[in-house]
């Protein structure tokens, strides 16, 4: 059994983030986020240079570009955003296209995942591409980044159907980084975040055990709340694992079966 000690203020640090209108991000989002959770934003492809994301996320999302062969097709668009450029965002769509469209499609200022960098909006290139609402429809090779990109930690954010849990608008072209093997568990149990995590936070004391789609593959999830200033996690001690803050006061503990 393995004993670790974490600061409780991490909890709102990792991969598995929930950042909505219902939890935000703590007060100094942004950069100053990242520096606290120690994240460095790295950028995509160098192309690109405005285009950043945490080192994972942005080397997982490069990997999956790869894979397709799709750089002439499909581009990154907008990743990390500071909390100053988000609400610069929020205004502009609020002068240009109004309250109802603003509110459908754009996060409040420190509820959204492109503060955190392990956000994405992606865009089909064509000859125009609206920097809000990026064309990248389900065929081709957008649909083949879509069911691809789990492999790769990536899921779909906001799909059709789940606008009243995620508080947002269908977005095709939102991805979210959360990690393996949380995104392909989410993919197929047709989750969202919000009902993933709430999912997980009933896998208290021993953990809830997934299969996954790889045969033979087996992870057991467990959650644990915050405690004053540390928390103590136990693991089981001689496996592979990996801990995520939820920003919602608690831990996500992810730890590899044999
Ligand atoms: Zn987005």
Avoid at 105 to 128: F, R
Wanted: glycine share 8%.
């Amino acid at each position: 059994m393995l004993k670790l000690k974490l600061s409780s203020a991490k909890s709102c640090c990792g991969t598995l983030i929930l950042v909505n209108q219902q939890h935000p991000l703590p007060d100094n989002a942004g950069q100053l986020h990242l520096d606290k959770c120690a994240e460095k934003l790295v950028q995509v492809m160098p192309k690109l240079p405005q285009v950043q994301m945490q080192r994972i996320a942005a080397c997982e999302l490069m990997r999956l570009l790869n894979h397709l062969h799709a750089e002439q097709q499909i581009q990154p668009l907008s990743g990390f955003r500071s909390h100053q450029e988000q609400q610069e965002l929020y205004a502009s769509a609020l002068a240009e296209h109004g309250e109802d469209f603003t509110k459908k499609y754009v996060a409040l200022p420190g509820c959204s995942e492109h503060e955190t960098g392990l956000a994405i909006d992606m865009a089909l290139i064509l000859p125009q591409i609206d920097p809000l609402t990026p064309a990248f429809p389900y065929e081709g090779i957008c649909q083949q980044f879509r069911e691809a990109a789990a492999n790769y930690g990536f899921i779909e954010r906001y799909p059709e159907g789940k606008e009243n849990i995620t508080g947002i608008g269908h977005e095709p072209w939102h991805f979210r980084y959360v990690g393996s093997p949380h995104a392909a568990l989410i993919n197929e149990q047709g989750l969202v975040l919000e009902e993933y995590m709430e999912l997980l936070h009933l896998a208290t004391s021993g953990g809830k055990i997934f299969s996954l789609p790889l045969p033979g593959k087996k992870v057991q999830i467990s959650y644990i709340p915050a405690t004053d200033n540390e928390t103590i996690i136990q693991l089981r001690g001689n496996t592979p694992y990996s801990i995520s803050g939820d920003n919602m006061g608690g831990f996500i503990i992810t730890e590899w079966e044999g």
